[in-house]
């Protein structure tokens, strides 16, 4: 069962970029999809991006042309630019879709006004 470490969480002013990373213990070009998940406190985790192998990458309407998923043969980014006091969440990757499976431990993003 593969392993995921999330990594590139912190602080940052609004208007500022994070990267982060999602390093799996294993190749990844098999798992479909591959994806970021944030939960924001007191709301239910939600989908921000995730990358169907070989089908179109999806992306929450309030994320669109601010951040950018990728991968590699075994790790998932997050490119995050102009953030915003909303996106503070903590962000988990996920391999192989919601309701089945795997979750990293998640990474803090907190963005300050």
């Known amino acids: 069962q593969v392993q995921l470490v999330e990594s590139g969480g912190g602080l940052v002013q609004a208007g500022g970029s994070l990267r982060l990373s999602c390093a799996a213990s294993?190749?990844?070009?098999?798992?479909?999809?591959m994806g970021w998940y944030r939960q924001a406190p007191g709301k239910q985790r939600e989908l921000v991006a995730d990358?169907?192998?070989?089908?179109t990458t999806n992306y929450a309407d309030s994320v669109k042309g601010r951040f950018t998923i990728s991968r590699d043969k075994n790790t998932v980014y997050l490119q995050m630019n102009n953030l915003q006091p909303e996106d503070t969440a903590i962000y988990y990757c996920?391999?192989?879709?919601?309701?089945?499976?795997?979750w990293g431990q998640g990474t803090q993003v907190t963005v300050s006004s």
């Open positions: 990358m169907p192998r070989g089908g």
């Open positions: 996920n391999a192989g879709g919601s309701s089945s499976g795997i």
């Open positions: 294993r190749l990844i070009f098999s798992i479909n999809p």
